[in-house]
């Protein structure tokens, strides 16, 4: 089992930038494919970005913009999201997926938190 805590959310200019964090328990937290999704109000949850051992990956939104990382150390994955745009405001969860393959599909993860809200105001 494994527990995700999302930090970091909050009200933010257009053009400014956040540093979401994503806590996780479990001792095996290295060996999971870690992801950014959002979900803004009257839309479907979206892929942000995933991590993956060295791989990265993001949605063409966030490429450029968006950096996601991970401490193994600290069990932790941030997500630096960087010249902001009203269009980012939502609900941003982390989720993890035990399988080894990096996917884009909300359904394909086992472990959700409870989500942060983001808010860019233009």
């Known amino acids: 089992q494994v527990q995700l805590v999302e930090s970091g959310g909050g009200l933010v200019q257009a053009g400014g930038s956040l540093r979401l964090s994503c806590a996780a328990s479990g001792r095996t937290f290295s060996s999971y494919v870690m992801a950014w999704f959002r979900q803004a109000p009257g839309k479907e949850r979206e892929f942000v970005a995933a991590?993956?051992?060295?791989?990265?990956y993001y949605t063409d939104s966030a490429k450029g913009r968006f950096t996601i990382s991970r401490d193994n150390a600290k069990n932790t994955v941030y997500l630096q999201m960087n010249s902001l745009k009203p269009e980012d405001t939502a609900v941003y969860y982390c989720a993890a997926r035990s399988l080894g393959y990096v996917s884009g599909r909300p359904d394909e993860y086992d472990y959700w938190g409870q989500g942060t809200q983001v808010t860019v105001s233009s």
């Open positions: 991590i993956s051992g060295r791989n990265l």
